[in-house]
């Protein structure tokens, strides 16, 4: 069976994508590349300016990729041909949820290097439908994560959500957020991304173009 190569910018999605193997996808194989480093220099320096690296790191991967970080996925994605296999940001098929579920879109981050991606991205799969988009960082959820406070992350994070009015949809932008969704009170629907990115990444492993996915 191809492996499915996830590429992390923290070792925190690690336990999260294997229990989501685990629950929907007994079977499947994944492998786990973490680098932390790459996430440092993009938001210092621009997405772009970590395009070698991840050509450098992907290349050897031999089957389908999917990138949990959200900053890197446009940037990943455009990689695929160059990289004969089909790489998806994992934050694809929520956005693409998002735009089905109704026109007024509002976006959570805790960093503000996802907020412009995640804009671009949600245009992309509105093909041409009319869509409204909100943003807000959520002010301080970062430090707690990047501090290991995972429950204070998920708490403000959780808050926030339930702080959103005029919205058909709320999209959680980073994976990391994903826990925050069953602590909201809110009925909006709240999206997150790994659920759906890793079931749509493993359905690459049967296809045969390196751009599964409009925008890649």
């Known amino acids: 069976m191809t492996a499915l190569t996830l590429l992390h910018t923290s070792g925190v999605h690690v336990p999260v994508f294997d229990a989501l193997r685990d629950r929907d996808h007994p079977g499947a194989v994944l492998r786990h590349l973490v680098r932390p480093e790459l996430l440092e220099r993009a938001r210092a320096h621009g997405p ?12 050897g991967a031999g089957g389908p990729v999917l990138v949990t970080c959200s900053t890197l996925g446009a940037v990943a994605e455009a990689l695929a041909p160059a990289l ?11 956005a693409a949820e998002a735009v089905r579920t109704g026109p007024r879109i509002a976006v959570l981050a805790t960093l503000r290097s996802t907020l412009a991606p995640t804009g671009e991205l949600l245009a ?10 909100r ?11 990047a501090a290991g406070d995972a429950a204070g992350h998920l708490a403000l994070v959780a808050e926030a959500v339930d702080a ?3 919205a ?6 980073q994976a990391s957020m ?3 969704a069953p602590l909201a009170r809110t009925r909006v629907p709240v999206l997150s991304s790994p659920g759906p990115g890793l079931a749509a990444a493993l359905r690459l492993r049967g296809a045969d173009t390196v751009s599964a996915f409009p925008g890649a």
Request: net charge negative; aromatic share 4%; no cysteine.
């Open 168 to 173: 058909d949809v709320i999209v959680l932008a």
């Open 164 to 166: 959103v009015t005029d």
């Open 135 to 145: 943003t807000r960082l959520v002010e301080g959820a970062w430090d707690l994560f």
């Open 84 to 94: 004969g296999v089909p790489v998806l940001r994992v934050d694809r098929p929520m």
């Open 48 to 59: 772009q300016a970590v395009a070698g690296e991840l050509r450098g790191l992907l290349g």
């Open 178 to 180: 994903a826990g925050a």
């Open 124 to 133: 992309e799969e509105s093909a041409g439908r009319p869509v409204s988009v």
